[in-house]
């Protein structure tokens, strides 16, 4: 491939809900373009995307995938972004990196939950757009109304720059509204220009003067020309739209059909005549390292080499593959960069152009431009290269927070030094997917945007470091408190020959407010204890409180105070001190109405409207209490507070309830009391583990 400049280059990420055809749409517009000989297919796992063994059995997207074509003298770079909310980190950073995003919506389905989700992010990062209505050889198309919805639920600046003639299973026929033609299709998708029927003379006229009011309003001349004309020359029509759809003032909205192989070429035309290129966009956001002024950066091909990595994948047989957009410069292999995050050298050996898993070298990219690297030595997702003359870093991505955790388990002993290795190449690769090792917990727990996501991280374990684990479910963080002020007096006294121990202690422990943490006093009066032991007392009490008489877990909110106590002139000691205080703290918790809290979490629930009441009677049989509702387009939000310990797996039970279009954001809100009755089991299994440790 010819090595383009930088306006002559479009970066397009394809967005949408699972299912609405992203993929094999990228596929039909490299088949157009006459990079891939057939369309793939997602039921035999053969398009170019999805070429990962589990996203064949899956037939979902699992990662962003990179593909590239040459269209009327322009380079299309593709991002085809996961449509599934598993994988929503991935569609976020591809929205975030390509100048325009395409919102690929299924002519059947309409406008779905991850359809939301893509609009939010366009909107986010200020991104021109235009629409795709999907799938118009099925039955039951919408393609009119879907506008409509679209209009209401996002944007008045949603027109229509063609429409379907026959949609359904023979579809084949759009009218072009920007040429006013009438395009057939034949079984190859070669395309056979004829005026428009008499039928649809009327409704193309209507659709064209909506499109050139919408084109006018974008810009003053143009909107004073229209009024005293009434009409718009090719040339405004050209130059008019490119800026409308910059500004966003225009979202385009285009019929087609990859199955059928229909308006393709209209959608790679669109974007080669009037989609915004690299240098047309508002830069990306950075700072030189140790300031804190932050520096819009525009593509620039004439300013030092500077990139973001966007995406990291592992590969076997291949190693680490960086994906990459070009901000700054002119990048030729053999360069010598700074990763200025991990003030680290990197060497850029051969420049990849990727379609999926295919690999092409390239001598040298222009500012603007995508591209991979393979085998960097230390560099990974949100990392910036630059040169080393020239330092600077870009802002990461900022990644949605995770609905879901759980524990894991070992398989086989001995693999415990390599779990934390893989664990955190795939969070290198991923950073939607987390992990820690829980001290209190005693477990290592996984969190990210599902079950399948957590799935997918740990079987990219299982495969590269052979390494089986199991989820389970993870222990919720109890914390255990009390009600009432109590007393207790203990005393500690060991002789086994030669020197013994001896302490005595008497504590006074009262609640506090919630937030109110732990605190100590001395209120000793006499001389009965040496002032040399207070610290010692209370080194005691803050150790008991790392696990509770109750439960074993955390204390809080609870003030102690060491008001009397005797000791030994000969041994009394440290260690003698700290275990009576424990001794003392204990005893006086178990007499002073002890309770147990459990973490509450804040819920927001995105739903179509049919599922409120099967949403609403799950919140409430997990203890939960709903706060808020509120609508968003054809949306309704569910604002709820429900116990962590009821939430293991959510977000696959809301999937379920939903038919797969629902999906919800969580975090903590606050400790609540645990009811009695469920307070009751917890002590109980405790004790009972206590037991059979013993």
């Known amino acids: 491939m010819k090595e383009f400049k930088t306006e002559e280059i479009c970066n397009l990420a394809i967005l949408g809900h699972s299912g609405s055809g992203k993929t094999t749409l990228s596929d039909g517009m490299l088949f157009s373009a006459g990079e891939i000989n057939r369309i793939g297919s997602i039921q035999d796992g053969s398009t170019v995307s999805d070429y990962l063994g589990d996203e064949a059995a899956r037939q979902i997207s699992l990662r962003n995938a990179l593909l590239h074509l040459q269209w009327q003298g322009k380079k299309i770079n593709i991002i085809d972004a996961p449509g599934y909310m598993d994988f929503v980190g991935d569609a976020k950073s591809a929205a975030q990196i390509a100048d325009i995003n395409l919102l690929a919506i299924s002519a059947a389905a309409g406008i779905e939950v991850g359809t939301e989700f893509a609009w939010g992010y366009s909107e986010e990062f200020n991104k021109a757009s235009v629409v795709a209505i999907t799938m118009l050889d099925k039955e039951h198309t919408h393609f009119d109304e879907i506008i409509e919805n679209a209009r209401n639920s996002f944007s008045n600046a949603i027109t229509a720059v063609s429409f379907p003639v026959n949609a359904g299973p023979a579809f084949n026929s759009i009218v072009d509204i920007i040429r006013r033609k009438l395009i ?104 030189v390292p140790g300031s804190h002024e932050k520096i819009e950066k525009k ?35 053999g360069t010598d960069l700074k990763n200025t995050a991990k003030n680290d050298n990197e060497r850029v050996g051969t420049i990849f152009l990727l379609n999926g898993k295919t690999r092409s070298e390239i001598n040298s990219l222009a500012a603007g431009d995508i591209g991979a690297l393979v085998k960097l030595k230390s560099s990974h997702t949100c990392n910036t290269l630059c040169d080393p003359k020239a330092p600077f870093v870009y802002e990461p991505i900022k990644y949605p927070d995770p609905i879901i955790r759980s524990a894991i388990e070992l398989k086989a002993k001995g693999d415990e030094d390599k779990i934390g290795t893989g664990l955190n190449q795939v969070h290198q690769e991923d950073p939607t997917f987390h992990y820690v090792m829980d001290p209190e917990l005693k477990q290592t727990i996984i969190s990210g945007q599902g079950e399948i996501h ?34 207790a007096r203990y005393r500690h006294k060991k002789q086994s020959g030669g020197a013994g121990q001896f302490g005595e202690v008497e504590l006074r422990i009262e609640p506090l407010t919630r937030g109110g943490g732990l605190e100590f006093a001395s209120e000793l009066v006499g001389q009965n204890v040496d002032r040399a032991f207070v610290p010692s007392v209370e080194k005691g009490f803050r150790q008991a409180c790392q696990a509770g008489p109750l439960s074993g877990n955390m204390v809080i909110d609870i003030k102690a105070a060491f008001i009397d106590g005797k000791q030994h002139p000969v041994d009394s000691k440290d260690i003698a001190f700290q275990i009576a205080g424990r001794g003392a703290f204990q005893e006086a918790f178990l007499k002073s109405d002890p309770i147990l809290l459990e973490p509450i979490y804040e819920l927001e629930i995105k739903i179509p409207e049919e599922y409120m009441g099967d949403v609403m009677g799950d919140i409430s049989s997990r203890r939960g209490k709903v706060t808020g509702m509120d609508s968003e387009g054809r949306f309704q939000i569910i604002r709820a507070e429900v116990p962590l310990a009821n939430l293991y797996k959510y977000s696959t039970i809301l999937r379920s309830i939903t038919q797969g279009r629902g999906f919800h954001r969580r975090k903590f809100a606050y400790y609540e009391y645990v009811p009695r009755d469920v307070q009751e089991k917890i002590v109980e299994e405790y004790r009972k583990q206590r037991e059979e440790g013993n």
């Open 184 to 287: 057939v299709y034949d079984t190859n998708g070669q395309a056979e220009v004829k005026d428009i029927p008499d039928n649809l003379v009327g409704k193309t006229d209507e659709l064209y003067e909506q499109l050139l009011e919408r084109i006018a309003e974008s810009n003053d001349e143009l909107l004073e020309k229209f009024f005293d004309e009434g009409t718009l020359s090719d040339e405004d029509v050209l130059n008019g739209m490119k800026h409308a759809i910059l500004t966003r003032k225009l979202i385009p909205v285009l019929a087609l059909s990859t199955n059928n192989k229909s308006g393709l070429d209209l959608l790679l035309n669109l974007l080669a005549s009037y989609a915004p290129n690299p240098a047309d966009m508002q830069g990306m956001i950075g700072a």
């Open 299 to 333: 593509v620039d091909p004439t300013a030092p080499v500077s990139l973001f990595i966007f995406k990291t994948v592992h590969e076997q047989h291949v190693g680490d593959i960086s994906f990459f957009k070009l901000q700054t410069g002119i990048l030729k292999s």
């Open 454 to 487: 957590l799935e997918v991280a740990l079987k990219k374990i299982k495969d590269q470091f052979n390494i089986e684990v199991d989820m389970i479910e993870p222990k919720v963080p109890y914390r255990e408190t009390i009600r009432k002020t109590a007393n």
